[in-house]
């Protein structure tokens, strides 16, 4: 059974929608195109619970390209959640 990362029900790779092989530039790649939609600056018009939400989706988005776009907090991340 794989153990999925936190509070996010799918893991990092779900978040930012690439598969557990991804290179760093699929991954880098990724996360720009998931802040772009999710930043909180695009949101400022949008209703106060939809301005909340992307504000938890972008922080989201950002602690997951922290974990996997660093080579070694990757690796310990597929250690600990037993991708294979």
């Not at 790779?13 to 991804?22: G, H, M, N």
């Not at 600056?41 to 989201?60: G, H, I, M, S, T």
């Amino acid at each position: 059974m794989v153990q999925k990362a936190g509070n996010v029900p799918g893991g990092y790779y779900e978040v930012l929608e690439v598969p557990v092989q991804a290179s760093a530039q699929d991954i880098r790649r990724a996360y720009r195109k998931q802040a772009a939609v999710w930043h909180p600056d695009k949101w400022l018009n949008a209703e106060k619970d939809d301005v909340f939400r992307a504000q938890d989706k972008f922080r989201e988005v950002t602690h997951a390209y922290e974990t996997l776009g660093d080579e070694q907090k990757r690796c310990m991340y597929n250690a600990k959640n037993l991708w294979y």
